[in-house]
């Protein structure tokens, strides 16, 4: 069943209402006439998984390929496996750069 916001116009109290869709309305009047639901997006859980968790090989190896062939992209950053020497390499590039500043 999803969850969904309803706040008070005069207060402002925002409350979490659990409920069937059928029942939303009937949910909404037992609070009474000043309370209105908030519109937004619904919450999806993916039973705390990333994204990159979810994927199977196939994307994975992609992204791997795309990865490889631009390393300096955030991408790149985040899928490559660094040696040691790149790690190191990495750092005293970094500290350069923060020393121009």
């Known amino acids: 069943m999803p969850t969904y ?13 659990f409920c069937s869709y059928k029942d939303k309305e009937k949910e909404l009047k037992k609070y009474g006439k000043d309370w209105n639901y908030l519109i ?3 919450s999806i ?8 968790a ?11 390929r795309i990865a ?3 390393p ?3 991408l790149g950053q985040e899928m490559h496996r660094k040696t040691a020497k790149e790690i190191k390499t990495q750092k005293i ?7 121009k500043k």
Do not use: C
């Not at 916001?5 to 402002?12: A, F, H, R």
């Not at 979810?54 to 791997?64: F, M």
């Open 40 to 42: 937004g997006a619904p």
């Open 5 to 17: 916001e309803i706040q008070n116009e005069k207060t402002g109290e925002v409350k979490e209402v």
């Open 54 to 64: 979810r994927a199977d090989s196939g994307w994975k190896d992609h992204l791997g």
């Open 93 to 99: 590039i970094n500290d350069h750069r923060k020393r």
């Open 45 to 52: 859980n993916y039973d705390g998984k990333e994204v990159m």
């Open 68 to 70: 490889e062939a631009h």
């Open 72 to 74: 300096t992209s955030k």
